[in-house]
């Protein structure tokens, strides 16, 4: 994992430089990142400005795990995909962390979570959203601007209890995740494909791999594994493209075991498919309406649906309409109203 293979996955002619494989990442918001600290590690001359982007980008990857480690402790929650494949690169390689995963093991820890994160940082934004009906599931990310907020991504702590989404149609979500930490990145890095399915991995994807590759995996059992995910098809394909990049190492004999497990997993989602009419699963964004006073002493959000047309869903930290409404339109006014209302009986 080197500038060879940067130059190689960014399809750049080393004999154009490094400056050329810098403009080349630009194109992708974290991927400078990742390219400065490869060639920073290899002694590549550089200034002030491109120092202090990868201080910063450095800082920020120090301030997500001091955040997971904390939240952790504190909640419960758990990272997963970005900074646990992080650990897998060289040291000084900086993998490029566009969010801070977690899962939660229920409700209540992810409120806490998300209660903590807004109180001890300048968040701006936050997000909601319900997956599924009864039960559902919660996901919530938090935005609040990086020190050079033009210069720079924001910061961005996404929190769910569904560990894996699934698709919403074939591929079920699957809330919780336990496996070896090497399996797990693997699952995630899978998972990821399942929305993707017609774009090839990205570089970040394929370095990802790459850092895999030097940890041992039991083949059978970790195809077995990702099979019991229902993520065959997209390890396979994942680990079919990553070995046109890059030697799998111990990855290629699990990818010689998944083989067996592609055909029941294509019929099983075929049948799936057949069955429900290929209906998929509704996935609700809340629309904001008002952020809150925290109330500390909420485990859950709450569901309220004073009409059809305006289902209101009642968080710890912000209140909000679970079906589009720009500023202005009467659905959005409706549900300002019967917010007022719920106040008046509180």
């Not at 209540?108 to 599931?137: F, K, N």
């Not at 699963?281 to 006073?293: D, E, F, I, Q, S």
């Amino acid at each position: 994992m080197n500038t060879s293979l940067l130059y190689r996955l960014l399809d750049t002619d080393p004999a154009e430089g490094p400056a050329e494989l810098l403009h080349r990442a630009r194109s992708c918001r974290h991927l400078p990142h990742l390219v400065l600290s490869a060639l920073a590690r290899e002694g590549v001359r550089m200034g002030e400005p491109a120092r202090a982007e990868l201080r910063r980008a450095r800082d920020r990857a120090a301030h997500y795990a001091r955040l997971a480690s904390g939240l952790n402790r504190a909640t419960g929650v758990r990272a997963i995909r970005g900074l646990p494949l992080a650990g897998y690169y060289p040291a000084g390689l900086l993998r490029p962390l566009d969010a801070l995963e977690l899962v939660a093991p229920d409700e209540a820890a992810l409120w806490q979570a998300v209660i903590r994160v807004v109180t001890d940082h300048p968040v701006e934004h936050i997000d909601v959203s319900l997956l599924g009906e009864r039960p559902h599931h919660t996901a919530v990310t938090v935005h609040w601007p990086a020190e050079d907020p033009l210069a720079d991504p924001w910061y961005r702590v996404h929190v769910t209890t569904a560990a894996l989404p699934g698709d919403g149609s074939t591929v079920p979500v699957r809330p919780y995740l336990v496996a070896d930490e090497p399996v797990e990145c693997l699952i995630t890095l899978a998972e990821s494909r399942l929305h993707r399915p017609g774009l090839p991995p990205g570089p970040v994807t394929l370095l990802d791999v790459a850092g895999l590759t030097g940890r041992p995996f039991e083949p059978a059992e970790t195809a077995a594994v990702l099979a019991a995910y229902r993520l065959a098809p997209e390890a396979a394909t994942l680990l079919d493209r990553a070995a046109d990049h890059l030697p799998l190492g111990p990855l290629a004999a699990v990818r010689a075991a998944l083989t067996r497990e592609l055909a029941p997993e294509r019929r099983r989602r075929a049948e799936t498919a057949a069955a429900a009419g290929a209906a998929r699963r509704p996935t609700r964004h809340g629309t904001l309406l008002r952020r809150t006073v925290i109330r500390h002493s909420w485990n859950e959000a709450r569901l309220l649906t004073p009409t059809p047309e305006t289902p209101l869903l009642l968080t710890p930290v912000a209140d909000y309409l679970l079906t589009p409404a720009p500023a202005g339109s009467p659905s959005r006014s409706a549900a300002l109203r019967a917010l007022r209302r719920w106040d008046a009986l509180c």
